[in-house]
């Protein structure tokens, strides 16, 4: 217990600053996760209670623990099948054996506190999922998209790829992520996709500025030399005007001339036409003449024609109704006479039976002999009735063929007027037809033409240009392409270079600072009094020579010996001021050497025996100035590598130093041993060091500062490839959209003048076919007409006939004779009737008395009736007759009167045809003389408008030397060549479009800067806010890992500093006690501890509104796993914590414990107390 205290001691130590940066920020937490037909939980509704704070999963093996977060994943569309450990979401609904639920579903109950941006404070996520594999996702019971779904998760700090949830068996996935995927798990981290979604935008815009400006420099090159040849086409547009106002005034002269000719000939026809218009005029008048005659005569032909039709009508009509009169009165007139004469039997009758019987013998021989009389009268009629009735039957005959053959003309007049009328209006309604399907055709033709005219359109515009523009781009693009890889890989060479500065920067900035921690600069005072003080004091030797090697330092140190302390002055004069100067302040005593007296000269033979280095004077640096000073020190003294070297040489021959510092006497005396250093050399070659690594710093940093701008213009450079190359792959993108778009609208186009022409051919089909039915129709028209004409001159001749046949006399005759023998047979009849009656009634007189009396009353009542009808039909045939005569008589009249006025129709056309003729002539001649007239008149309106309007005197000079003249300037003119008349306006345009263009060319540069520089301002934003970020969880990585790991070491790197996004993060993990170069190379447990620690780090920066870990401490051992579970017991204060463990000692740390058993394959969930497992 007492490690346990300590443990959490340590907690509050090292954490203080992160709980006192956990303030009450918005959060959420899973209350509750409901489960129904998933996984292992069996097909009922089961609770899984949760809540705030640290809650612990336990149970055995198999029990369906991990159930639980695959449950929350599913609900939650965090995790596909596959990492649910199905082989497809169907797989995830129970079954058992044959068993088997309908559905799997899941609902995830969330209280907001916050976290989620809506306003309820209870969430319910749930999914449903069916055999067939369809899921249903809803929100508060609501069906949503899979989208909706993670968006809000999204915004409450919950992804699909989310670090929070840590399903069984991934803890160690954090480690095995590589270094891109660890750089991008922090750029979603610290939220800055915006900036490459903006970055990338303005990179297109870039891209299109950038070839916007490469066009523009394009056209402005073309319109600097376009204005330099309108300059020239000025220059010859001033010479040509001069020219050209002498050419117009000699053209006007010519002109005037011209003018003159042309209105001589014009007044002479002027005259000529006048004549022409009074014989016209003259003509009119009698054209219109005749015109009024024949229009007159024409009318009176219509009206005779008009008065015919309905008298050949009524012939027929009168001729009909006539028979049938009289028949009708022949019979009404016999029933008379039969009633007349049976009343007059009845009366004799009676008479009879009132007389004596004789007197009825004496009544019947007088009847007897009065019909005997009668009937001597009628026979002689007879005869003569049947002379006339053969005449008649033969006038009869003729007349009835005639009337027959009349009513038949008639009739199939009536039939072909008819049949032409009807033929006419099927002929109109063709025609009408015709006209549809000519204008139908038109308006085909037109569309088709419209048709073809886009379809030449696509094919000549875009389609046309497709193959161009697409290469154009495709060009753009590969050389961008190309180009943004060679400035990539300069880039990359740039960065290296950067990179080789900064090491070697850092290396010489460490040497530096070794080396000026080494140099102890005491200096002498002595001296550095003098130097102040006295000119031409220069410093001890010491100060004034460099050895360039450090491995020379001792040997040059050995063989100048004290003499290195000398100071170097100008002359003994600065040393006689030197030495009273040192006296007078008591600063000790010096040896100088004045250069103006000391003698020394440079040795000239150096051995040639190897491991002979050099003269030593050579091995230092010095200024020439003071070369006698340094030979006085050094001397002869030569350089060897060691003693062996000095031997061959021959010791006491010359003066020897070796590299260690055995000095060699030429008296023969050697020198060595172990050599104090005095640093009198070491001190002046440390300070020339240390200014040298200065100076290389410097220019090191001039060269990263170089460097650094080459690369900020290589990067402003790629953006500008990158944004065309964005820009150039967008529009080959549009660009296959539109030719995509394009091709559509051509098929379309296609297909419409396929199926266009298709009607059009059926249109023109069904015209031929009009038309010939037309053809026909106007054949049987014509075939018609003539058939009419030729029964129209039968009828005329049949009517002829009827106007002279002569039966009306012979009729009448007739009839005077039928009406006197039908009164005698009358008669006869009456008296033969009363006779019978006589010898009938003369036994039963008495008897019929009364019978008799009432049927003469009777008789009379019919006889009385009869005679009315035969009155009325005797009237209306007299009528009938009558109006029968007019009308032959009319019809007569009417057809002379028809041939009068055809004939004088006849003549009046031919008269009329020869003054037509002449005035034909007559305007044939006014129509020529007026375009003569016309054509001289514009010749002259012209020459006129030429002129200015206003007619001038004629020249005087002739017209040869005015055309002369002319000519001259004209070769002067040609000599000029073509001459641009707008070279003034084109120049004014051209300069004016120069001008915008450039405008818009500096608006664009400026805007390509602006957007150079947002760019920039992102990417130096982007980078940061990703340092801040990537700092921040570092820093938090580091400390939880040590808390975790005491000794231990974990850190991360950024693999390119100077290019961040193009590299990636390493992860470096050193355990306490080891040496580990691999992660892969440490243990289970370590690779946990590395895990979470990241995990946690990345918790702390931001914090997730619920995590679920998996038996993470599943390879931790029992420290670890309590320090593990001490550390989500105080994060747990602020987020919640839902973990599943095998581990009592870590379950006890929970604020609710959760059982999971297994009954039968169906998981069952209990609420434990954890406080009992420490029992």
């Given at each position: 217990?007492?490690e346990?205290?300590n ?6 130590i ?9 303030t ?31 809650i ?7 029990s369906?623990k991990s159930?639980?977060?695959d ?17 497809n ?5 129970w079954?058992?054996?044959d ?28 999914r449903k ?5 369809r ?23 919950i ?8 399903l069984?068996?991934d ?6 992520m590589?270094p891109?995927q ?20 303005a990179?297109?815009e870039l891209?299109?500025?950038e ?26 547009l001033?010479e ?8 117009e ?17 014009y ?9 022409k ?9 009698e ?18 024609e ?8 009524k012939?027929?009509?009168f ?6 009169l009289?028949?009708?009165i ?23 039976l ?30 003569k ?14 007349l ?7 009513e ?17 209006k099927?002929l ?8 549809t ?7 085909t ?25 697409k290469?154009?781009?495709e ?6 392409e190309?180009?943004?890889h ?9 960065d ?5 500065v900064?090491?070697k920067?850092?290396?010489l ?5 070794k ?17 102040k ?8 030797v010491?100060?004034l ?10 040997a ?27 006296k007078?302040h ?5 040896t ?23 003269f030593?004077?050579k091995?230092?640096e ?8 340094v ?11 060691d ?6 040489l ?7 130093v ?12 050697i ?6 250093a005095?640093?009198?050399?070491r ?10 690594l ?5 220019a ?18 790629l953006?500008e490839e990158e944004g065309t190359?964005?820009?150039?792959r967008?529009?080959l ?16 186009v ?6 266009g ?11 031929k076919?009009?038309d ?70 003369e ?10 009396q009432k ?5 009379e009542?019919?006889i ?5 009808l ?13 109006e029968?005569?007019?009308a ?8 002379e009167?028809?041939e ?9 056309k ?43 005197e ?22 000029l060549g ?9 120049y004014?345009?051209?300069?004016k ?11 664009l ?12 301002e ?40 100077h ?15 080891k040496e580990v ?6 243990s289970?447990?370590?690779?946990t ?7 946690f780090?990345?918790q ?5 509104p ?10 931790l051992d ?22 599943v ?10 604020d ?9 394959g169906?998981?069952e969930?209990?609420?434990?107390d ?6």
């Open positions: 217990m007492v346990k205290y443990s959490l001691q340590l907690i509050y090292l954490f203080v600053k992160m709980v006192q940066n956990l009450e920020k918005p959060k959420a937490y899973i209350t509750k996760v409901v489960v129904e037909g998933f996984k292992s939980y069996g097909r009922k509704r089961k609770e899984i209670p949760l809540g705030e704070g640290f612990a999963i336990v149970g055995p093996n198999g369906g159930n639980i977060g449950a929350i994943s599913f609900a939650l569309g965090l995790a596909s099948s596959k990492v649910l450990r199905a082989k979401l169907s797989y995830l609904i079954s058992k054996g068993k088997r639920a309908d559905y799997a579903l899941v609902e995830v109950h969330f209280k907001n506190e916050g976290a989620f941006p809506i306003e309820e404070e209870e969430i319910v996520f749930s999922v069916f055999p067939n594999g899921s249903v996702f809803k929100i508060n019971g609501k069906p949503v998209k899979e989208r909706d779904v993670k968006e809000l998760l999204t915004r409450a700090g992804t699909e790829n989310t670090y929070n949830v840590v069984q068996g803890i160690i996935h954090f480690l095995k590589t891109i660890r750089r991008k798990l922090i750029e979603d981290i610290a939220g800055i996709g915006e900036f490459d979604e903006k970055k990338q935008k990179l297109e891209g299109e500025v070839v916007k400006l490469k066009e523009l420099k394009l056209i402005l090159d073309e319109l600097k030399e376009r204005l330099k040849v309108l300059e020239r086409d000025k220059k010859a001033l040509y005007r001069e020219l050209s106002q002498e050419r005034e000699l053209k006007r002269k010519l002109t005037a001339k011209e003018y003159h000719r042309y209105r001589k000939r007044l002479a026809l002027r005259e000529e036409l006048e004549r218009e009074q014989g016209l005029e003259q003509n009119k008048k054209k219109e003449e005749f015109l009024k005659k024949l229009l007159q005569v024409e009318a009176n032909l219509e009206e005779v008009s008065l015919l039709e309905p008298y050949r009508e012939l027929g009509k001729q009909s109704e006539e028979e049938y009289l028949k009708e022949e019979t009404l007139k016999g029933n008379l006479t039969k009633l007349s004469n049976q009343k007059g039997e009845l009366q004799k009758l009676l008479e009879e009132k007389g004596e019987l004789s007197e009825k013998v004496q009544q019947k021989e007088k009847v007897e002999k009065e019909i005997e009389t009668l009937k001597g009268e009628l026979k002689p009629l007879e005869e009735l049947k002379e006339l009735d053969k005449e008649l039957s033969k006038l009869e005959e003729e009835r063929s005639a009337i027959k053959g009349l038949e003309s008639e009739k199939k007049l009536k039939t072909l007027r008819e049949e032409e009328a009807k033929k006419d099927l109109r309604g063709l025609l009408r037809e015709i006209d399907l000519e204008g139908k055709i038109a308006q033709e037109e569309n088709l033409k419209s048709l073809k005219e886009q379809k030449s359109e696509l094919l000549r515009g875009f389609l046309g240009n497709f193959s161009y523009e290469q154009k781009w060009k753009l693009a590969e050389e961008k190309k180009s943004y060679l400035l990539r890989e300069r880039l990359e060479q740039i290296g270079k950067l990179r080789e900064k090491e920067k850092e290396e900035s460490r040497e530096l600072l080396l000026e921690a080494q140099l102890h600069i005491s200096g002498n005072d002595a001296v550095e009094f003098l130097k003080n006295v000119e031409g004091v220069y410093g001890t010491a100060e020579i460099r050895v360039g090697e450090e491995e020379y330092l001792t040059v140190e050995i063989a100048g010996g004290n003499r290195l302390r000398y100071v170097v002055v100008e002359n003994e004069d600065t040393a006689k001021r030197c030495i009273r100067l040192l007078e008591n600063l000790g005593r010096l100088f050497i004045p250069l103006n007296r000391i003698r020394a000269n440079p040795p000239t033979f150096l051995p040639r025996v190897r491991g002979v280095i050099d030593v004077y091995l230092v010095f200024d020439p100035h003071f070369e006698k000073a030979l006085y020190v050094f001397g002869d003294t030569v350089l060897v590598e003693f062996e070297t000095a031997k061959r021959g010791i006491g021959n010359y003066r020897m070796t590299l260690e510092g055995e000095l060699f006497e030429k008296g023969g005396t020198t060595g041993g172990t050599v104090k005095q640093n009198l050399l001190e002046g070659f440390l300070k020339f060091r240390v200014e040298e200065r100076q290389e710093v410097t090191l940093e001039k060269r990263e500062e170089k460097l650094l701008k080459e690369r900020e213009k290589l990067k402003e450079k953006w190359l964005n820009y150039a967008r529009k993108k549009e660009l296959e959209s539109d030719h995509s778009n394009a091709l559509e609208k051509l098929k379309k296609e297909e419409r003048i396929a199926k022409e298709e009607y059009l051919n059926y249109l023109k089909k069904e015209l076919e009009k010939e039915k037309v053809d026909t129709l106007q054949e049987e028209i014509v075939s018609l007409q003539e058939e009419i004409e030729r029964l129209n001159r039968k009828r005329e001749e049949y009517l002829k006939v009827v106007s002279q046949s002569g039966l009306e006399e012979i009729k009448t005759q007739r009839n005077g004779l039928l009406k006197e023998i039908s009164t005698l047979k009358g008669e006869i009849q009456k008296l033969e009737k009363t006779l019978i009656a006589l010898q009938k009634e036994e039963n007189l008495k008897a019929k008395i009364e019978e008799t049927a003469i009353e009777e008789k009542r019919e009385e009736k009869t005679k009315l035969i009155e009325e039909k005797e009237q209306r045939l007299a009528q009938v007759r009558e029968f005569k007019k032959g008589e009319n019809i007569s009249k009417l057809i009167r028809r009068l006025l055809k004939g004088e129709r006849d003549k009046l031919g008269d009329l045809a020869l003054v037509e003729a002449k005035g034909e002539k007559l305007s044939r001649e006014r129509e020529k003389l007026l375009m003569e007239l016309t054509r001289l008149k514009e010749n002259m309106e012209n020459l006129l408008n030429s002129l200015g309007g206003k007619p001038i004629e020249p005087k000079e002739e017209t040869s030397s005015l055309k002369k003249l002319l000519a001259e300037i004209e070769n002067r003119l040609s000599a073509n001459v641009n008349f707008r070279a003034e306006e084109e004014e345009e051209v300069f479009r120069y001008r915008e263009y450039g405008e818009k060319y500096q608006t540069e400026r805007e390509k800067k602006a957007l150079i520089d947002f760019i920039g992102i990417e130096k934003k982007k980078e940061r806010i990703f340092k801040e970020t990537f700092n921040a969880i570092n820093k938090n990585f580091k400390e939880i890992f040590a808390f975790l790991s005491p000794g231990g070491k974990a850190y991360m790197e950024i693999e390119k500093p290019d961040i996004f193009s590299g990636g993060i390493n992860m470096f993990v050193k355990p306490r006690g170069k691999y992660l892969e190379a440490m289970g447990g370590e690779k501890l590395a895990a979470l620690s990241l995990i780090a990345l702390r920066y931001k914090p997730a619920f995590y679920y870990f998996d038996e993470v401490d599943a390879h029992e420290v670890n796993a309590v320090k593990v579970g001490e550390l989500i017991k105080e994060y747990s204060k602020q987020a919640q914590f839902i973990v463990t095998l581990r009592e000692s870590v379950a006890y740390l929970a609710k414990l959760i059982g999971v058993t297994s009954r039968g169906v998981s969930v209990y609420l434990l954890p406080a009992k497992l420490e029992k």
